[in-house]
């Protein structure tokens, strides 16, 4: 009788390593990354500031200013979490002006992007699941016009 339980108690705990630990590595994997790109103009003073969860890449252009910025977050626990945040940047060109882009990717509910520019740009945003689901791809494109 000892040894049967002995053995049910390896099957079940095999069971749940075999279909418990895929889905808690999935989920420390969870993360946002964010690409912003502007096609006439470029950016300058970028800033960002994260209300739920970290930044793993703080928001950067390839040099201390560009016609792009990327950046990466993750959830706050150590089995991800929610992520809320948002990058702000001067836009420079023909003219000046200033954008905000922002996002939110929670544990559950619905996800979203937005963007905020000045008046004299054009600006949208798209957020997209990454295959297998452990994370979400926001892009954000900005244009001047004229």
Known sequence: ?????MLVLTVLTAAMMIFLVPMLIEQVYAFTVGFAHCANCFFTNVKGDVSAGKFVLS??????E??????TTSG????????KGKVDADVAGVG?????????????GRKFCGVLPDRGLDARCS?????????????????EVR
């Open 66 to 71: 560009g016609p792009q910025i990327l950046w």
């Open 127 to 143: 957020i997209t699941i990454i295959a297998g689901g452990s994370g979400v791809e926001v892009k954000y494109e900005v244009r």
């Open 59 to 64: 928001p950067k252009t390839g040099a201390t």
């Open 76 to 83: 706050p626990l150590p089995f991800g979490g929610d992520e």
């Open 1 to 5: 009788m000892h040894t049967k339980n």
């Open 96 to 108: 000046v002006g200033h954008v905000t882009f922002f996002w939110s990717y929670p544990d559950s």
